[in-house]
């Protein structure tokens, strides 16, 4: 089992329509959690780390649930310029980020 | 302030030549990371350094070696490049592993393309 997994997508959306990403962790000890933005032959850059609450940073929310071992992202009102491969990613201390393979989003006007 | 810098950019070895790929950063950060990018594979760990003076081997370390040469620089060797080894390099900083908090961001460089003929 990866320790990571992401559905690759892709998830093909109009302008306005909310999505939603799942990802799931198999290594229950980890303890920090980041939804990262990929943006076609760039590098990786934090979208937003996910806090056991839940956190929303403007149209964007994250939410963690750590019984399950899952991890969400939900965009809202989509833009164009969402449009990018989204990386999940899970940390353990003292040890490297782990990056899922990514779900790729294309928002269409 | 550059934040993660790497170099080359671009290079295109034959098979058997070796080369060193460079990655410095000036943000002070504990730890860093090299990566490998490949379609349908998304990012694998080659190595990292937890901290000045250790490495540890990550997911696809085989074919490489690193030097943690000082706190800011971090570098990548092939010592016989081979076709498999085509790939984005990507170098990585961060400031502390295994803590959440706001301001705990991984920073990438912009990357090193790499083809092996």
């Known amino acids: 089992r990866k320790e990571v997994e992401q559905d690759p997508g892709p998830f093909n959306v109009p302008e306005g329509a909310t999505v939603a990403f799942n990802c799931t962790y198999s290594?229950?000890?980890?303890?920090?959690f980041f939804w990262y933005r990929q943006d076609c032959r760039k590098e990786p850059k934090l979208l937003m780390s996910?806090?056991?609450s839940g956190n929303e940073d403007g149209r964007f929310t994250a939410q963690l649930n750590r019984a399950s071992q899952y991890i969400s992202l939900l965009i809202r009102d989509s833009k164009l310029s969402d449009s990018a491969t989204y990386l999940c990613?899970?940390?353990?201390?003292?040890?490297?980020?782990?990056f899922g393979k990514g779900t790729t989003l294309s928002v269409s006007s | 302030n550059a934040g993660v810098t790497q170099t080359p950019k671009f290079q295109v070895l034959k098979t058997g030549q070796s080369m060193t790929l460079q990655c410095a950063q000036d943000?002070?950060?504990?730890?860093m990371y090299w990566y490998r990018q490949d379609p349908g594979m998304g990012l694998r760990l080659i190595y990292y350094?937890?901290?000045?003076?250790?490495?540890d081997k990550g997911e696809v370390p085989n074919g490489y070696n690193v030097s943690r040469l000082n706190k800011r620089e971090f570098s990548l060797r092939l010592e016989s490049a081979a076709p498999s080894q085509t790939s984005v390099y990507f170098c990585?900083?961060?400031?502390?592993?295994?803590?959440?908090?706001?301001?705990?961001?991984?920073?990438f460089g912009p990357g090193t393309r790499l083809t092996v003929l």
């Open positions: 996910v806090y056991s």
């Open positions: 990613v899970v940390n353990q201390a003292g040890t490297a980020l782990i």
């Open positions: 990585a900083s961060f400031l502390v592993s295994g803590a959440a908090s706001l301001n705990n961001e991984q920073f």
């Open positions: 350094s937890a901290s000045e003076g250790t490495t």
């Open positions: 943000m002070n950060h504990n730890s």
């Open positions: 290594n229950s000890a980890s303890q920090s």
